[in-house]
């Protein structure tokens, strides 16, 4: 499968708060991040927030790219994508998107 990925990722933590959720990046581009959540939402569900960047709460709407949900008996979180729709046009400067420090690549 060819991936549709139009921006590289980089390993990032960042706290992103989803509503009263609260959950860590595993990675993050200028056009979306991934997350760890144990309760993920289904594909192609909006959602807003915001992403804490040095010291900064950007806030942020998106669309759930893909979903991983994790084993909540075993207490391991799942993953979501999450693709921006808004986002703040600092965002990809302030994540240091020129500075690739690793890719990631998904199915």
């Not at 581009?29 to 997350?35: K, Y």
């Amino acid at each position: 499968m060819e991936s549709t990925r139009r921006n590289v990722r980089q390993r990032r933590r960042f706290r992103v708060r989803l509503g009263y959720t609260s959950a860590f990046t595993a990675d993050v581009c200028g056009g979306g991040f991934c997350v760890r959540l144990l309760k993920v939402l289904p594909v192609s569900a909006s959602i807003e927030g915001s992403i804490q960047v040095e010291g900064q709460e950007i806030p942020f709407a998106g669309r759930v790219a893909w979903a991983e949900p994790g084993e909540r008996h075993l207490n391991l979180p799942g993953r979501m994508g999450v693709n921006f729709t808004r986002i703040s046009a600092d965002f990809p400067r302030l994540v240091g998107s020129t500075t690739l420090l690793a890719a990631v690549e998904r199915p």
